[in-house]
């Protein structure tokens, strides 16, 4: 069986609208999705947008969502990570890397290193079989850098994926690179194939819009699809596309089951 699967740093909802029209497009059986937002929290135009629910309306998929975070004194504005997916999902579950929290709503790049982090992991029984889809959003510093945060989050991370015993896409804006320790500790138990030089995914921040642009010319690859060893790649690419500041990591797998 093939399954296509799209991992996506929305950034917010930036560029909602776009972002509807590709994954009606591509038509994947799987998305897992980073900085889904609500309210004032929101990048797109129409700050009393909820992304989550706009994504429900508009996709003719099944959805689930983890708040990690709400802007203290507006429930309305929070920001978390997301799975949908063509089959039914049948059982969700959330691990907590660092417990959620509300934080002030002016908050800047000095209070993101401390934000709370979660990973949706929601089981969809698809053609048959039961798949596990997990959206992560790794902790954040200003560079790539391995933190006891971030190893210790990739550590619990690993450790509940190993526990799982059954076939799983793991996508993620990771927030590292490759070389790192805190990659290193999932692909210990997954497979990356993203960082695979045969795909020639050299980035995925993408090259013009987002904020490293000029200061990274060559990019970074953060964002990955994580499988178990149910699954070979077929295809896997990052299109340099204006759907957000991050660039879709999109695949095709067969799942040998």
């Not at 989550?52 to 507006?74: A, C, I, N, W």
């Not at 709370?116 to 200003?142: E, F, M, N, Q, Y």
């Not at 993408?206 to 970074?220: V, Y």
């Amino acid at each position: 069986m093939r399954i296509k699967v799209i991992q996506l740093n929305l950034w917010q909802g930036m560029f909602l609208d776009k972002v509807v029209e590709f994954l009606r497009i591509e038509d994947p059986d799987i998305i897992t999705l980073q900085e889904v937002s609500g309210g004032a929290q929101n990048r797109w135009s129409d700050k009393e947008v909820d992304v989550f629910t706009y994504l429900q309306k508009h996709l003719p998929l099944e959805g689930r969502l983890s708040v990690m975070m709400r802007h203290r004194g507006d429930p309305g504005a929070y920001m978390g990570v997301a799975v949908f997916a063509k089959g039914s999902i049948v059982k969700e579950n959330v691990l907590w890397l660092k417990d959620y929290a509300e934080v002030r709503p002016n908050h800047n790049e000095e209070d993101w290193p401390t934000f709370p982090r979660s990973v949706l992991d929601c089981a969809i029984k698809l053609g048959g079989a039961t798949i596990h889809a997990l959206s992560w959003h790794g902790a954040w510093t200003r560079e790539p850098k391995d933190t006891p945060q971030k190893i210790q989050d990739a550590t619990t991370l690993a450790e509940y994926l190993k526990n799982l015993d059954a076939p799983f896409v793991l996508g993620c804006d990771s927030n590292m690179t490759t070389d790192s320790q805190t990659i290193k500790k999932i692909e210990a138990i997954a497979e990356n194939p993203a960082a695979d030089p045969q795909w020639k995914i050299t980035r995925s921040l993408h090259p013009t819009i987002h904020k490293t642009a000029q200061i990274k010319p060559d990019g970074l690859l953060v964002d990955f699809l994580f499988t178990s060893k149910h699954f070979r790649p077929i295809s896997i690419d990052a299109p340099v596309i204006p759907i957000s500041d991050h660039l879709p990591i999109r695949a095709v797998f067969e799942l040998k089951i």
